[in-house]
């Protein structure tokens, strides 16, 4: 009796193995989900960076010659001193107007 039960749980066991095999083989596996995630979350950086510069050239292109160069003078200016905000040069402040 117990070598029939041996026996029949071998044979129920090599007819589970191949519907395990199969479901693990069926499906995404979860690595490249992440590599898919991952991809997907760079492309629409690419889009957003894109996006927020064609903004900003809209918004140049909007404004005269004037404000332009304006614009440009004051983003320098900002850009050598950083966070920190803009200090007039000494003789600018010194004899500048006082507006």
Known sequence: MARWIRWLFLVVLL???PAAVRAQ???VGKAKQ??????KERKEAKEVRKEEKRIAKKHLSNQDRATRK???R??????QHG???HRD???RRL???KH
Do not use: I
């Open 89 to 91: 040069p000494f003789l």
């Open 34 to 39: 992440e590599k898919t995630q991952a991809k």
């Open 95 to 97: 004899f500048g107007s």
């Open 83 to 85: 966070s920190n905000g």
């Open 15 to 17: 007819m589970a193995a």
């Open 25 to 27: 083989s069926e499906g």
């Open 74 to 79: 004051h983003k320098r200016r900002a850009d």
């Open 70 to 72: 304006r614009m440009k």
